[in-house]
């Protein structure tokens, strides 16, 4: 059977694609410019060679366009924007989003305009996203490295495209957002795990989550601790992509999946906390026997 050209099916969609050398781009008609596409398919080695990562401007403040960084400045003034409320309804203090690579001016403009699609062009992203990932074939993809479903009408966006890719992909997310949780419960090739559980968030420093594991295991919860950020994660050859993060635990054996905070500035598992550090990967050894 002949392959159908990528050309063909982003057409289909109604969307304009082309190759510029080694780069594959499409025509973003919402700000009249060729842009790369939208889901980055291996780029973080921490989900896997094969899978898309799919993020946004996080926080959840309204920003004047002169607070902004000039890259995301000319964002705006693409849009005829001069403000913009940030996509995470319940950002919450020390969250992860705020550290890293999701400061680096190049990414904050792209998530920016992300959002930017999403709050004000959905139809037109809707097309775009399902184009890329029927034209790439991308198998797996997690929603929202940044960011959070803001609204019930991206939410659902979200739902039509993995009910229209059950048979090809796995999409995989972390939210916090409560009619998120509700609109995409029972969708069987999305998986989600909540961020905050009945003792406080779902990541922390050792101390943090061997106090969550232990009051929550006490109230009579199954609780599962994700090996990312240990030697077992390595032992065990575990990415994202494989384990999914816990998310098939969460959906068959347990009621929360927990996880340690990732390597920041101000904190790095077991460096000052060795004692919790061993005994959190004590419990996560058990749980793979």
Known sequence: ?????????????????????????IYCNPIDKWINKLIPVGTNTK???????????????TVNIIDMHVKMQEIMKLVN????????????????????????????????LKLILAKYF???????????????????IRIHAAGDFFSIE?????K?????????????????V????????????????????ACGFNFGTCKELLYRYNKLTKLGY?????ACGTPIEKELDIHCCTCLHGCKAIRKECDYVLFIKHSTNDYKAGEKDPDEFAKICEIIANQNN
């Open 1 to 25: 059977m002949a392959r159908i050209p990528k050309t063909d099916i982003y057409a289909k969609h109604g969307i304009e694609f082309k190759k510029d050398g080694n780069k594959e781009l």
């Open 47 to 61: 989900i896997g060679k094969k899978a898309g990562t799919w993020s946004m401007t996080h926080g959840n403040e």
């Open 81 to 112: 924007l001069t403000e913009i409320t940030f996509s995470c309804p319940i950002h919450c203090d020390d969250c992860y989003c705020d550290n890293g690579c999701f400061n680096f001016p190049d990414n904050k403009a792209k998530n920016l």
């Open 122 to 140: 959905l139809e037109w992203l809707e097309r775009a996203l399902t184009a890329q990932i029927e034209a790439d074939k991308i198998t797996q």
């Open 154 to 158: 991206y939410t659902m966006m979200w």
């Open 160 to 176: 039509r495209i993995a009910n229209r890719f059950e048979k090809q992909t796995i999409f995989w997310t972390y939210t916090k």
């Open 178 to 197: 409560e009619f998120a949780l509700d609109i995409l419960k029972d969708i069987p090739n999305l998986l989600i795990v909540p961020s905050i559980t």
């Open 222 to 226: 199954r609780v599962h601790i994700c």
